[in-house]
């Protein structure tokens, strides 16, 4: 410390523009921090804080030395509302002011989503691209025990959902099979008709963490409900 820093008695400048993002696409969920360097040209670290509630009292949680002016938060949880401030420290010790504060909501809709009422069903929203599968498909109907059972089928195909909104639409091609008496002894054929219903245009919305629907426009077949596993496509849980 120079004779110059022990004269020091000014604080310095907040740092600027913290901004920062939550996500899913790496091995861990984590809230990314960054933010524009202070102009005092004498700051020697930045304070990282971190709070529930922009009301209540703000924890340390990190501190960094420039000239790194990022930080990666991996100790946070699903659904949190998380409020971030950082500050400066020069090389005399003295404690600037708070930057103006940042609030995270630790929500996307990557990782896999349970199907309602369908077993074992589930659709995977790839946290990197934002995307769902190529071909989605749901089995629809019974079993085929006697004639004239039907099982349709719904493939949908591939959405790039709107990372603000959490919603996309795409196109459904739906096809059947019905068990149809045989032209042989056999008794039994399974027929499937395909290209005999128009395709149907369906919006799908992740936005609510609670849960999602995939509606179809004409309203000619019913809402679809998924809840949020909060495990990553391969069954992982997302959080430790």
Known sequence: MSCGDLLDEEAPKPPEKLSGYFTLSETFPKVSLKWDKSISNDVSEYHIFRSQSND????SIAIVKPPVQLYK?????WLDSVYYKVRSIDRAGNVGSFSEPLEIFCYKAGGNWEIIN???SYLCVNPQTNATPEIFRLVLGMPFETLGDTS??????????DTALWTGGGWMYYTYKVLEAGNDTSGFDTVTYANTIAPEYFTIDLSEPEGGTIIFNSGQ???IYLEHTVKSCNGDNLFP
């Open 56 to 59: 209540f009292s703000f924890d």
């Open 73 to 77: 938060d991996t100790t946070i949880n």
């Open 221 to 223: 077949y019913g809402s």
């Open 152 to 161: 349709g089928i719904m493939d949908f195909n591939q959405v790039f959902l």
């Open 118 to 120: 369908f077993d074992s």
